[in-house]
């Protein structure tokens, strides 16, 4: 049975493809991420499917203002790591095959949308629609976030390797460098690939934070009270 048999129409679910993980309980208890990449291209209806995938996320009233900027030609991504990086900051850095991940995508997030949205007359009694500093919690980056990670997830169920990383204080340059329309806030880089063949050797692309213990169920959960 296909309870949500998607319309014709649309692109072909890379779920189909390799799914290394099997179901989704056995990806997230097994799924790390993946610092060192291999050159190999990203085929491209793959990278739209992952895309298509991960624009389909819950929204606050369905607001959906999230942007994905795809960086997928060496010459792009190029200009993307020399807006980041000073070259000795690079040529040092730890973890060089990252700068062999074939795609970036930069993804953003649009308070203007969600502002807008609550402006309509189903949601203007909430005063949301007056302005980003009405929101107790900013939504845009909520559901941005919530895009980010299902394209994380799309790409490791389809066999591919992925690194979230922060943009930091260089937002603005890459803002500017790229023709992002202003006002847009950045979530963070999500860089896609083939992992590299490390030799088995996770320790290779494994981040200095990877050490760290996950925390306890018991510790996260606080049932019925805190
Ligand atoms: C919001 C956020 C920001 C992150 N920023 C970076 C980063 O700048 N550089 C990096 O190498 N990893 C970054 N990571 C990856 C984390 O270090 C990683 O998820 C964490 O150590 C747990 O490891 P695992 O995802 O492999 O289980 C970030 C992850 C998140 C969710």
């Known amino acids: 049975m296909r309870p949500f048999g998607a319309p014709e129409g649309d692109l072909e679910d890379s779920s189909r493809t390799v799914r290394p993980f099997g179901g989704f309980s056995a990806l997230m208890k097994r799924r790390r991420m993946t610092r060192a990449f291999s050159p190999r291209p990203v085929e491209p209806e793959l990278l739209d499917s992952l895309l298509d995938t991960a624009r389909r996320v819950p929204s606050a009233g369905n607001s959906q203002g999230f942007d994905f900027l795809i960086l997928s030609t060496s010459e792009a991504i190029e200009r993307y790591w020399s807006t980041t990086f000073r070259p000795e900051a690079r040529a040092g850095f730890e973890w060089q095959q990252l700068f062999e991940a074939p795609v970036l995508v930069v993804i953003y997030a649009d308070s203007a949308a969600y502002v807008s949205r609550y402006s309509e007359p189903d949601k203007v009694r909430t005063g949301l629609g007056e302005g980003p500093q009405a929101w107790a919690t900013p939504y845009w980056l909520v559901d941005a976030s919530m895009a980010a990670l299902a394209l994380q997830l799309a790409a490791i169920d389809a066999g591919l390797g992925v690194l979230f990383f922060g943009v930091f204080d260089h937002a603005d340059a890459v803002a500017s460098e790229f023709g992002v329309p202003s ?22 692309s494994a981040g200095r934070s990877s050490v760290r213990a996950r925390r306890d169920l018991e510790e996260v959960v606080h049932r019925n009270n805190w």
Not at 183 to 203: K, L, Q, S
């Open 183 to 204: 006002h847009r806030e950045v979530v963070g880089t999500v860089a896609i690939g083939y992992a590299a063949d490390t030799g088995g050797g996770d320790v290779v």
